[in-house]
């Protein structure tokens, strides 16, 4: 009887720290979308991308198939320059929250609130230089996906025709843009 209660005793404990273990494991999801017949684009989906055509905001949209294609079309590219829009503002977030680090104290501090204000007015302008450069259907499921891009270049050239933005803010950003850039791309 004693042995059967150690052995009990022995493959309780052992289960509950198999069962903790499993709880505190990492979750880990795959990005490929597993469309072997797809283009990688697809697979890989919305990403700030470095390579040697530049520094590049990605953005994918997919629309499920529908009666009208060019409804489709249009459905699947503006959600493709939405999340270019998304990426864009939580980069522009981390120029911003950088920026306001940088800058701490001096005279040429700028209130958060009105850095915060340029900053989404940059955004909303860049947004005019994203272009679709690319769709694919799935004749699977006649789904379209499509994906747009702003280039790290065009949005410097945008800063540079606002008038009305702060200069430190301008200089900052100018000096820096793709080295937060380049320190995102690498996270993602």
Same mark, same amino acid.
Do not use: S
């Given at each position: 009887m004693r042995i059967l209660y150690t052995i009990l005793r022995a493959g309780l404990i052992l289960g509950m720290g198999l069962l903790m273990l499993a709880c505190s494991s990492k979750t880990t999801v795959e990005s490929d979308l597993g469309m072997s017949h797809?283009?990688?684009?697809?697979?890989? %989906?919305?990403?700030?991308?470095?390579? %040697?055509? =530049?520094?590049?905001?990605? %953005?994918? =949209?997919?629309t499920p198939a529908m009666g009208d294609s060019s409804l489709q079309k249009s459905t699947a590219d503006n959600r493709a320059r939405a999340e270019v829009a998304r990426i864009l503002s939580s980069y522009m977030d981390i120029v911003s929250r950088d920026y306001s680090e940088a800058t701490g104290s001096g005279k040429d501090v700028v209130s958060q609130q009105a850095v915060f204000r340029q900053i989404k007015n940059l955004t909303k302008v860049n947004l005019t230089g994203v272009r679709i450069i690319g769709r694919w259907r799935n004749k699977k499921d006649g789904s379209i996906f499509s994906i747009a891009e702003l280039d790290m270049k065009h949005m410097k050239k945008t800063l540079g025709m606002v008038t009305d933005m702060n200069q430190t803010l301008s200089r900052y950003i100018n000096q820096h843009a793709n080295n937060i850039f380049d320190k995102v791309a690498q996270e993602k």
């Open positions: 797809a283009p990688d684009w697809v697979n890989e %989906g919305t990403q700030y991308l470095n390579k %040697g055509d =530049g520094r590049l905001f990605h %953005g994918v =949209g997919q």
